[in-house]
C-alpha cells in the first residue's frame, strides 16, 4: 500500500520568512496530493491541491511541486504570517482504490 | 453553508462502554469518511461510504468498530466494549462524490476513554 513520509515534523519561523514542507510517497500510481491545513481544535481544512498532470501549482503565498520521477512534493509559504501557524498535513492517493493516506504532519510556527 | 457537523463534540466513557459518534455531512454529498486522529499522529482511515454502502472498510482496526449510513446522509459510527487506546479525535469527512473530490472535515469528536 501507499506510504506519505512528511518532513520535518516542527518547523519555527520568523514572520515574513519563507517555509517549506517536504513529503514522499511510494506508490507510483498515486495522482492526487492534496495539502491540508488543521488549526487547533479544528478539523484539517483543504489549503492547496496539485494532480500528476501538473508540476506546480500556485494560491497566493502558496505553491506546491511535485515530481513525480522522484516521489516526492511539496509545500511552499511565502511571507509567512502568524495565522499560518497550524499543523499541516501531506496526503496522497492509493493507487487503484484512490484511498488518502496522509503524512504525520507539521507544526509550523511562525514567530511575530 | 453548512459544513460537515459532528457530535458529540466530547465524549469521555468508561472501558468496556459502547459509544456512537454522529456525523452529519454536507447536503448533497455522496461521498462520506471516518479517520481517527491519535495524539500528535497524522489521519488514519477507517471506513468510507458511498451513498449508503461502504465499499472500503479497510481502516477499521477491529470486529468492535462498525459504522453505517442511513439516507445517504447521516452516518453513525459504533464502538463497542471501547478499550483506553481507542481514545482519539474521531474526524469525518464529505466530499462531492468522488475520493478525490475535496474532502471538507468536520470539527472531529475527542473520545476518551478511562
Known amino acids: 500500500g501507499e506510504n506519505v513520509e512528511q518532513h520535518p515534523s516542527t518547523l519555527s519561523v520568523q514572520e515574513g520568512d519563507s517555509a517549506v514542507i517536504k513529503c514522499t510517497y511510494s506508490d507510483s500510481a498515486s495522482n492526487y496530493f492534496p495539502w491540508y491545513k488543521q488549526e487547533l481544535g479544528k478539523g484539517p481544512q483543504l489549503i492547496i491541491d496539485?494532480?500528476?498532470?501538473?508540476g506546480e501549482k500556485k494560491d497566493q503565498r502558496i505553491a506546491v511541486t511535485l515530481n513525480k520521477t522522484a516521489k516526492h512534493f511539496s509545500l511552499h509559504i511565502t511571507e509567512t504570517q502568524p495565522e499560518d501557524s497550524a499543523v499541516y498535513f501531506c496526503?496522497?492517493?492509493?493507487?487503484?482504490?484512490?484511498?488518502?493516506?496522509f503524512g504525520k504532519g507539521m507544526k509550523l510556527t511562525v514567530n511575530p | 453553508g453548512a459544513g460537515v457537523s459532528q457530535s458529540p463534540s466530547n465524549k469521555v466513557t468508561e472501558k468496556g462502554k459502547d459509544v456512537e459518534l454522529r456525523c452529519d455531512p454536507i447536503?448533497?454529498?455522496?461521498?462520506l469518511y471516518w479517520y481517527r486522529q491519535s495524539l500528535g499522529q497524522g489521519l488514519e482511515f477507517l471506513i468510507y461510504?458511498?451513498?449508503?454502502?461502504?465499499?472500503?472498510k479497510s481502516g477499521l482496526p477491529s470486529d468492535r468498530f462498525s459504522a453505517e449510513r442511513t439516507g445517504g446522509s447521516v452516518s453513525t459510527l459504533t464502538i463497542q466494549r471501547t478499550q483506553q487506546e481507542d481514545s482519539a479525535v474521531y474526524l469525518c469527512a464529505s466530499s462531492l462524490k468522488r475520493r478525490t473530490d475535496t474532502q471538507y472535515f468536520g470539527p472531529g469528536t475527542r473520545l476518551t476513554v478511562l
Open positions: 496526503a496522497a492517493t492509493q493507487g487503484g482504490s484512490e484511498k488518502l493516506v
Open positions: 447536503s448533497g454529498h455522496t461521498a
Open positions: 496539485i494532480r500528476s498532470n501538473v
Open positions: 461510504f458511498q451513498g449508503n454502502s461502504a465499499p472500503d
